[in-house]
């Protein structure tokens, strides 16, 4: 059967997550909706990461499966033109049949966008804080997170008995003009792993938490940072990384921002 793997950007504002679910709109109900219109046929969708409601995605990777070839000269805009304007291919690969978007990913990235001022345009992308946060702090905090880990306090299960070991293979800060960028790097993600280690960073910054703190949490069996959890508006799945692709580029904020 013929595969493909794609390549998508989307706001997440007005869907609840990438994940198809009944009575709910999500990205990849959408994309399914348009690629069966162009292909006049019901076919596989399968994302490398399930973003939850309201979380944006930059280069999320999925791969698609069907049991013809469609008779089109530009499958991707074919495809786009079914789509809302808030979700976009941006590629189509043609693939091995054995490609997985999902279990084949080695390594997957979260960028966090905190804006330290009000704005009018891009509130959809950026969490504000008002307080004044000690950066190197949280810099110090994030240090601790790279390595295998129990995650446990910093997720929400959704299944019993999945495992909260994760390997965390990169956390790093930067601050651009007025936002303060998170990335994070892991071999998986837990349900709200990134917001809650993002709130937990913030009460760093804010001062509430030690840096060393965060250590303590990594050993607590139960979620006890819940209250922290960061909103999804300034969440994107960045970057999915495989076998043999390159490193994600130097950390940088999202689209373009109007200091």
């Known amino acids: ?13 007005r869907y609840r997550g990438w994940q198809e679910q009944t009575n709910a709109r999500t990205v990849q109900g959408e994309i399914r909706a348009a690629v069966e219109g162009v292909f006049d046929e019901k076919v ?4 490398a990461g399930r973003t939850d409601a309201g979380v944006h995605a930059l280069r999320q990777v999925a791969h698609l ?3 013809k070839f469609p008779r089109t000269a530009d499958l991707r805009n074919q495809i786009n033109d079914r789509l ?14 054995r490609f997985h978007a999902r279990h084949d990913a080695v390594e ?36 601790l997170l790279p390595g295998r880990h129990d995650f446990g306090a910093f997720s929400d299960r959704d299944e019993e008995g999945d495992s909260t070991i994760v390997e965390v293979t990169r956390a790093e800060i930067r601050c651009r003009d007025d936002l303060i960028l998170i990335r994070i790097g892991a071999s998986h993600f837990l349900w709200k792993m ?8 913030v009460e760093v910054g804010r001062g509430n938490v030690e ?3 965060i250590a303590d949490f990594l050993k607590m069996p139960a979620s006890s940072v819940a209250q922290w959890t960061a909103p999804p508006s300034g969440l994107f799945l960045e970057y999915v990384r495989y076998q043999g692709d390159r490193a994600p580029a130097p950390i940088a904020p999202a689209f373009f921002f109007r200091s």
């Open 1 to 13: 059967m013929p595969k493909w793997k794609l390549f998508i950007e989307y706001q997440g504002t």
């Open 44 to 47: 596989e969708i399968i994302g």
């Open 65 to 67: 499966r069907a049991r």
């Open 84 to 97: 809302p304007q808030d979700i976009s291919i941006k590629e189509i690969r043609e693939a091995d049949s």
């Open 108 to 143: 997957r990235f979260y960028l966090y966008q905190i804006s330290t001022r009000r704005r009018a345009f891009s509130k959809p992308f950026v969490w504000w804080i008002k307080d004044r946060l000690n950066v190197q702090d949280m810099i110090d905090a994030a240090d």
């Open 194 to 201: 990134v917001r809650r280690v993002v709130g937990t960073l």
């Open 211 to 213: 840096p060393r703190g």
